[in-house]
């Protein structure tokens, strides 16, 4: 029996937001009472625990990913030109974003909008896997950020120590991953786009 679909995939049912790249729309997936992991599933969209963290450490903002993005071809040839390795590609996952805000969200599975302000250019392997920064539209305490380099700098470096480890699970070997670049506003949105166009390209690929 199939069932009529009530709710819109977060990753390719909802928009980006017209204001885009200003000002975009954020499905959430983790906030920063979360002890675990959760991560979209793909087929679904349903919301799955992904992985127990391996350290006590908490993402200090608001996580989850843009609608519509895609992190591919464009998304690996900018990591590419930074680092000058020619083998880094796109982590085939849509374009992740932090959220600051002052106010306590203590639940997943929501859209947000919000204003990217800069981001982190992380290699995983031979993997691009950007962290985009952006804080609440709106909020009293962070809204008014146009730029990185605005932000509290104590939370920035929390967030770099918390991408730095986060991926590392009980049991496993340490995995290999560092943040190579600290961006603007002005990339941000840039590779904001170049996602929007890696996602075009992979629907139009089937």
């Known amino acids: ?51 127990p963290q391996k350290f006590s450490n908490l993402c200090p903002s608001l996580y989850g990913f843009i609608p519509q993005t895609y992190c591919g071809g464009q998304v690996g040839k900018a990591a590419a030109v930074i680092t000058g390795n020619s083998q880094i590609k796109g982590d085939g996952d849509p374009m992740d974003i932090c959220v600051l805000t002052e106010r306590p969200i203590n639940q997943n599975g929501i859209l947000i909008a919000a204003i990217p302000i800069g981001g982190f250019r992380m290699i995983d392997g031979d993997e691009a896997d950007d962290k985009i920064i ?50 603007n506003a002005l990339t941000a949105k840039e590779m904001i786009k170049l996602s929007q166009q890696d996602y075009a390209h992979l629907l139009a690929s089937g």
């Not at 204001?19 to 087929?43: H, L």
């Not at 008014?144 to 986060?166: C, G, K, N, V, W």
Request: charged share 30%.
């Open 1 to 51: 029996m199939r069932f009529p679909q009530t709710i819109a995939h977060p990753w390719h049912g909802v928009s980006i937001g017209e204001q885009s790249p200003d000002i975009v729309n954020c499905f959430i997936e983790i906030v920063p009472t979360d002890t675990v992991k959760y991560e979209v599933d793909k087929a679904s969209g349903l919301l799955r625990l992904d992985r």
């Open 134 to 183: 952006a804080v609440l539209k709106d909020d009293p305490a962070f809204g008014e950020l146009s730029d990185i380099t605005e932000a509290p700098q104590a939370m920035i470096e929390r967030l770099r120590h918390y991408f730095l480890t986060y991926k590392q699970m009980p049991g496993e070997k340490d995995k290999k991953v560092a943040i190579v670049e600290t961006y």
